[in-house]
C-alpha cells in the first residue's frame, strides 16, 4: 500500500535514505539518513520571442539541511577516516541548487 502511495505522491519531503559511503584509502559504510525526495511541478510552453519558452522547472531539494560526521572503517594510513554528508530537515520544490543537489 505504502509503494502504491508514494508513485502517486507529488511533492517533496523528507525520507529515509541508505547510501554507502565510500572515499579512497577507506572501506565503505552503510548510512541511514534524512534526504529530500518527491515529485514537483514543472512546465514549458512556447513563446514568440527569445528565449521561445517559458519555463517553470522546480526540483525537490534541501530548504533546510545539518552536516552529520561519521569515521569510515579500515583507512589505510596517512588517510583522514572522517566523512561527511548533509542531513535533511525540510525539503520543498525549487529551483536546484548545484551545490546540494544534482540536477
Not at 1 to 26: I, S, W
Not at 56 to 75: F, G, I
Request: hydrophobic share 30%; aromatic share 10%; with cysteine.
Amino acid at each position: 500500500m505504502l509503494a502504491a502511495n508514494l508513485r502517486r505522491f507529488v511533492g517533496c519531503a523528507v525520507r529515509e535514505f541508505t547510501f554507502p559511503a565510500r572515499k579512497p584509502g577507506c572501506g565503505s559504510l552503510h548510512i541511514t539518513t534524512d534526504a529530500c525526495w518527491g515529485r514537483c511541478e514543472t512546465w514549458e510552453k512556447p513563446v514568440l520571442e527569445p528565449p521561445f519558452v517559458d519555463s517553470y522547472q522546480r526540483v525537490c531539494t534541501y530548504n533546510q539541511s545539518r552536516l552529520a560526521t561519521v569515521q569510515l572503517p579500515d583507512c589505510q594510513p596517512g588517510v583522514e577516516p572522517s566523512y561527511t554528508y548533509p542531513v535533511a530537515l525540510r525539503c520543498d520544490c525549487s529551483v536546484c541548487v548545484t551545490s546540494t543537489t544534482e540536477c
